[in-house]
Nanobody
Framework: QVQLVESGGGLVQPGGSLRLSCAAS????????IGWYRQAPGKEREVVAT??GVATSVRGRFTISRDNAKNTVYLQMNSLKPEDTAVYYC?????????WGQGTQVTVSS
């Protein structure tokens, strides 16, 4: 089993920054495989950042990082735009099953 808990979301003005955290616990998974995804209202869930890179829409603004000692993955989000408004999830695949956190809401609005 894997448990993922996201935190750090909130309301921020355009141009602002937020740092999301994903605290992971469990066994037999690689923290390096944890990625960030988001789902905006009325849209499909999309990948934001993984080990292999970040989505084109957030490149240069979002950065993924990891603290292996804390089993925590971060998503630093800078220069936020209204179109970044979504529920953000972290996720990992373990033994062919995908696990999701409960999500954290990010709202970018003036």
């Amino acid at each position: 089993q894997v448990q993922l808990v996201e935190s750090g979301g909130g309301l921020v003005q355009p141009g602002g920054s937020l740092r999301l955290s994903c605290a992971a616990s469990g066994s037999n998974f690689d923290i390096n495989n944890i990625g960030w995804y988001r789902q905006a209202p009325g849209k499909e869930r999309e990948v934001v950042a993984t080990l292999t890179g970040v989505a084109t829409s957030v490149r240069g603004r979002f950065t993924i990082s990891r603290d292996n000692a804390k089993n925590t993955v971060y998503l630093q989000m800078n220069s936020l735009k209204p179109e970044d408004t979504a529920v953000y999830y972290c996720s990992v695949v373990r033994m062919a099953r995908r696990y999701w956190g409960q999500g954290t809401q990010v709202t970018v609005s003036s």
